[in-house]
């Protein structure tokens, strides 16, 4: 069974930084793209940022140029960097994958979510 499980959230003040970490486990053969989305009280899931396993990135317009993605393949991770917080990133951070498994097709795994709160 394929599991992400990330951390790293917390409360943070205005302009500062957090880094968040999400390890998938499991059967794994091999992983795609990886990638965060967030969701904020009263507004819908929208990608922050994805990364494929050839490197390649893209980001929201709002987080560019303070957020960065990278990834650990020998680790099966994916982090997010996040500087210069605004009380606007504040939201639930949830990590996504599209995993191929042993002997299985490839599906699309969701973590269980980590909050990110701004302070201003």
């Known amino acids: 069974q394929v599991q992400l499980v990330e951390s790293g959230g917390g409360l943070v003040q205005a302009g500062g930084s957090l880094r968040l970490s999400c390890a998938a486990s499991g059967s794994i053969l091999r992983i795609n793209t990886m990638g965060w989305y967030r969701q904020a009280p009263g507004k819908q899931r929208e990608l922050v940022a994805a990364?494929?396993?050839?490197?390649?990135?893209n980001y929201a317009d709002s987080v560019k140029g303070r957020f960065t993605i990278s990834r650990d393949n020998a680790k099966n991770t994916v982090y997010l960097q996040m500087n210069s917080l605004k009380p606007e990133d504040t939201a639930v951070y949830v990590c996504?994958?599209?995993?191929?498994?042993?002997?299985?097709?490839?599906?699309?795994?969701w973590g269980q979510g980590t909050q990110v709160t701004v302070s201003s």
């Open positions: 990364v494929t396993n050839t490197g390649n990135t």
């Open positions: 996504n994958a599209n995993i191929l498994p042993i002997l299985r097709s490839s599906n699309n795994y």
